[in-house]
């Protein structure tokens, strides 16, 4: 009885904790939500030139709603080159879609989006970030596109190799000594030789 009186407390508690630890309500990456265009944009747009899109249906998490319907998001024309034969051409950008009180919410288009986009048009979209509800808190989670444990550089990618200094150039310098060199000596004048007079024949006295 003792013994299944301290299970049924262990099963209690690790429940307790599960409950504690289970992660929060939420709404994934990847949600479909879909715009309504409020615009146009001819073909032949500059790159600069954008539309107004409004949100068609509500984003609601656990009841809450956290972007209403006609909430604005922007599709922007832009230019760009192809790294495949280096041309610039034009593509057309989904963003700016603001949720109140939370902020930016990135996104992806279903399918690329071609001009002309006219008026009342649908654009099918994926939100790229996480809304996660935690008591009265709701904040968005921007998730990692890859896993770094499995990441591998492109084949084709060759490192520059690091150019390593000479051993000498990275120990402490010796301190310099200066050595004067020797001056050359001043050579004795050459003193001039001694000349003896001559000496006068004696003079004979008479």
Do not use: C, W
Not at 173 to 196: D, E, M, N, Q, V
């Amino acid at each position: 009885m003792r013994a299944a009186v301290i299970v049924t407390a262990f099963l209690l508690f690790g429940l307790t904790v599960a409950t504690a630890e289970s992660p929060p309500h939420m709404l994934p990456a990847g949600t479909a939500v879909v715009f309504v265009s409020a615009g146009r944009l001819d073909a032949g747009t500059r790159p600069g030139s954008s539309d107004t899109l409004k949100l068609r249906d509500p984003l609601i998490v656990d009841g809450i709603t956290v972007a209403p319907a006609g909430t604005t998001a922007r599709l922007a024309v832009y230019q760009y080159v192809n790294d495949t034969n280096g041309h610039r051409e034009t593509g057309i950008a989904l963003e700016r879609f603001q949720l109140p009180s939370l902020g930016l919410m990135p996104l992806k288009p279903v399918e690329a989006i071609t001009l002309p986009v006219t008026e009342g048009t649908l654009i099918h979209a994926r939100t790229l970030a996480a809304i996660d509800h935690l008591g009265d808190r709701l904040s968005i989670r921007v998730e990692f596109p890859f896993k770094l444990s499995t990441d591998r550089p492109a084949s084709y990618y060759t490192p520059t190799p690091a150019r390593t200094p000479p051993p000498a150039s990275m120990g402490p310098r010796a301190p310099r000594t200066f050595t004067p060199s020797p001056s050359p000596s001043a050579s004795a004048a050459a003193s001039p030789a001694a000349t003896s007079a001559p000496t006068p024949p004696p003079t004979k006295i008479r």
